[in-house]
């Protein structure tokens, strides 16, 4: 085989490795930023407003409207029934803090949360 055609050969050979690897490593490249952080472009949870001594149905309505889940404790055996009767006593988590899953309220009878 002549040298020229071996250099030939040798020149072709490294521009296909070369045009291989300006096709294949960006795309690899950034694939995997993009899998390093996929909550980066997710908002924060929300805060928790401050409910504490409100009617039970008032601080359901605002956290129904920040879209923040909620479950309610309190009712003793027949359970809350009328929760504009009841009220707020405290809030897990608390008043600023971000609600990660499931917020709880604890709600009694006006004046008898410190009991």
């Known amino acids: 085989m ?22 294949l490593l960006p795309p690899l490249v ?3 930023e993009t899998a390093k952080d996929p909550q980066a472009d997710r908002p924060p949870p929300p805060a928790m407003p ?6 039970l149905d008032e ?12 479950e309610t404790d309190g009712g003793d055996i027949f359970g809350i029934v009328l929760p504009s009767v009841w009220e707020v006593c405290e809030t897990q988590p608390g008043r600023g803090e971000r609600v990660r899953g499931t ?3 604890r709600a009694a009878l006006p004046s008898t949360c410190n009991i």
Do not use: C
Request: aromatic residues 6%; glycine residues 16%.
């Open 2 to 23: 002549p040298d020229s055609l071996k250099g030939g050969l040798f020149v072709g050979a490294a521009v296909a490795v070369g045009l291989l690897v300006a096709f």
């Open 103 to 105: 917020a709880h309220l």
């Open 50 to 55: 401050n409910v504490v001594g409100r009617p």
């Open 30 to 32: 950034v694939g995997r």
């Open 59 to 70: 601080a359901e309505a605002e956290l129904a409207r920040r879209g923040i889940r909620y």
